[in-house]
Structures are given as C-alpha cells and as structure tokens.
C-alpha cells in the first residue's frame, strides 16, 4: 500500500490559522488555550481532543464542509451532515429559499452554491440570463459568475466591465483564500482571462471595500444600473445549506426601477 498523503489535523490547523493571518498566540487567546497546548496540537504532539478540533474551527471560522474535514484528519466522525436539496427533509429550506426570491420581485435574486453555481433565481433573474446569453453557458451546472463575465454570456452587455469584473474577482480570490476551495481559485484564474476583464485588487482588501458596486447593464432598449447584497444561512448546520447565498439585486436609481416594475406587469 502506497503512504497516506492526508496531512494531519495538526497541519490543517495550522493552515487554517495561518490563512486567517493570526499567530500561535492569536488564536490561543481568543480560544482561551494555552499556547504550549496550540503549539503541540500543530505539531502532532498531542492529538486533540473532538471537543477542542471543533472549537478551534468555530474560532477560525472553518467552512462546515472542511471542519469534517478536520474532524476525519484527526480520527473523529464527521458531525455536520451534507443534504441534497431536494431530500424531503430539506422542504421547509426550500420553501424558505422560494418565499425570499418570490418576495424580491420584481427585482432579480439568485441563489448559488459555494462555487457560484446557479440553484435557483426568480423570474426576473431568468429573464436577464437569457437574454443574449449563449445556450452552453446555461447548460447546468450554470455558474454565475462565468455567465456575467464569459464574453458569451453578460459581459457585451455590463458597460462598466472593467470596474465591475475587478469587483467580482477581487471578492472571488477572497473568497479562495478564506475557504482553501482550489476550485474557486480555478474558477478566479479562468475569469481572469476573458477579454475586459480587469484584474482583482490586492488580496488585503478589505470587505468593507467590497460592498457596493454597481453593474450597468444593457437590456433591451433599456439601461439598468443594479448593485446587489449577499446573504448566507449563517447558523447553519448542514454542509450543503451552510454553502448557499443570496444575491439580491436592487435599483440603482429611479428609471431602474420603473424598468423593472413596467417588465414585471407587462
């Protein structure tokens, strides 16, 4: 049998805070932990406790996806379960999902995944992906931001690209440090080469830097200037509800608006 390449649990922490830009001592104060302790957990020379793995992930602020991770690295059972969707038991989640978008109209919502795959939107979404969008970006899974930004897909369309692509990849690549997915990271260098799309900013950026910015966008005879927000399951405990987001566009000024109210009662 060839050698296990699992890193240890000791070694995943260890990234984990790194990654979180916090020293030994950093984290063993806001876990309340002895540093001594912290720094042989990261060694291997003491194995944690199920308790401790999972306190320290809650403080380093782990994605459930990858505290099972943690959990398997050090010999424990995984806690956080990952439920389709569609499984009976997630009903009360989807209706929650469909009474949010249904509530946002007639303004457009999405809700994608934790790599920005397309699960469900309204009908006012729908209509503005596809307009113009090529038919093989809207084959599933439909990533969100690959049809923004592909140049068959919204971007002919944004008339600020350039400003707003360095915006979704600069939240993108924050989004690849903070959770460790190489799939994200993927996803960022693959957006970053298509034509008008400008660069992220600095990977320091701060989030409060990222919340507003406006996409001017080409519908019809029409011009829509939208900025959006996003929401998450916060106190989720379930992997595959923890990973979902809300993107709720809103107007960004009074023609908008009426644009999208006249569309939605025409």
Do not use: C, K
């Amino acid at each position: 049998m060839p050698p296990t390449s699992t890193p240890a649990v000791g070694e995943l922490l260890r990234d984990w805070r790194r990654r979180r830009r916090l020293s030994q001592l950093d984290l063993s104060l806001e876990a309340a932990v002895s540093s001594r302790h912290l720094s042989f957990v990261e060694t291997g020379r003491s194995r944690p406790s199920r308790e401790l793995v999972l306190h320290l992930a809650e403080e380093l602020e782990v994605p459930l996806r990858e505290r099972n991770t943690l959990l398997l690295a050090a010999g424990y059972a995984p806690v956080y379960p990952e439920t389709p969707l569609d499984a009976e038991v997630m009903e009360p989640a989807r209706l929650a999902l469909d009474s949010i978008l249904a509530g946002h109209a007639p303004y457009p919502a999405i809700i994608v995944d934790g790599r920005w795959n397309l699960v469900t939107a309204n009908e006012s979404a729908f209509s503005l992906l596809a307009e113009d969008v090529a038919d093989h970006l809207l084959e599933p899974p439909i990533n969100a931001l690959r049809a923004s930004l592909h140049p068959d897909g919204l971007a002919p369309r944004i008339m600020n690209l350039a400003s707003y692509s360095a915006h979704l990849l600069t939240r993108l690549n924050r989004q690849a440090l903070l959770s460790g997915d190489a799939a994200l990271a993927e996803l960022h260098d693959e957006l970053a080469t298509f034509p008008g799309v400008a660069p992220a900013a600095s990977s320091a950026v701060e989030p409060a830097d990222m919340l507003f910015s406006p996409m001017r966008l080409r519908s019809g005879d029409d011009e829509l200037l939208l900025f959006s927000t996003m929401s998450t399951f916060g106190t989720a405990l379930d992997v595959t509800l923890s990973e979902l987001a809300v993107e709720s566009f809103f107007p960004g000024d009074e023609a908008t608006r009426e644009i999208l109210h006249r569309r939605a009662h025409s």
